[in-house]
């Protein structure tokens, strides 16, 4: 039995998306708050070999599995809840050759809806965030 069952939950269902292994997303932290997950930096996830930044459509999936990771932090019991709408404003490109981190909380559940809204960052001190996400997702 572990400390923070969320975590084990969350660690358990991330390690078994397929997109999750071939991007090397996993859980850093996780809490009723919200949930962390990481990427690690690879030469295989970058979009401009010039300057070794990470592709926008790694960092996509990136929040959008963090998005949707957020919703066992507020429900009861695991459900899988589709992206309905996805929005990603990206604010500057990836540091090269740093991990990613992804955060992202639930702001609103409603009977059939669940808002959530994150940022990730080269660094979890969160001060520089690279994009800025937000979607709405489907729940029953």
Known sequence: MTENPLLERATRFVSALRHCQVL??????????????VMPYAPQLVG????GVIHGGALTSLMDTACGMATLCVLPEFEVCPTL?????YMHPAE??????GFAQCYR????????RGFDDSR???NRP??????RRCWT
């Open 24 to 37: 090397g997303i996993s859980v850093h932290h996780a809490s009723e708050e919200g949930i962390t997950l």
């Open 48 to 51: 401009d070999p010039q300057t």
């Open 85 to 89: 709408d996805l929005r990603v404003d």
């Open 96 to 101: 090269p050759h740093k991990p990613v981190y």
């Open 109 to 116: 559940v409603t009977t059939d809806v669940i808002f959530t």
């Open 124 to 126: 979890p001190a969160w």
């Open 130 to 135: 690279i994009s800025a996400a937000a979607t």
